[in-house]
Nanobody
């Protein structure tokens, strides 16, 4: 079982920045598409961003384009989500997950196999 651990969440004000990190166990990190999802209270989980195996391909939901940036360091088994210009509507639990090569399904949570517990991001006005 692959362990997935997120960190970096917190309480910030609107307009601030945060960087989330997600680390996986094992030696197969470089074979996973990695995705970030979020879930706000009373809402369904939604796709935020994903990154291909080498890091060249990235995918974002429309509402975070230009504000969030996903990146990865395969040598460190880590994927990052840099979040700038945060808004109150970004408040959610952010989780990352591994996708074993299901290309074309980067935004579909059902395509992801291993999930972390999540990290809380709260943006106050």
């Amino acid at each position: 079982q692959v362990q997935v651990v997120e960190s970096g969440g917190g309480l910030v004000q609107a307009g601030d920045s945060l960087r989330l990190s997600c680390t996986t166990s094992g030696r197969l990190f470089g074979t996973y598409i990695m995705g970030w999802f979020r879930q706000a209270p009373g809402k369904e989980r939604e796709f935020v961003a994903a990154i291909g195996l080498s890091g060249r391909r990235t995918y974002y939901r429309d509402s975070v384009k230009g504000r969030f940036a996903i990146s990865r360091d395969n040598a460190k088994n880590t994927v990052y989500l840099q979040m700038n210009s945060l808004k109150t509507e970004d408040t959610a639990v952010y989780s990352c997950a591994t996708n074993r090569g299901r290309v074309g399904l980067e935004a579909d949570p059902a395509a992801y196999d291993n999930w972390g517990q999540g990290t809380q991001v709260t943006v106050s006005s």
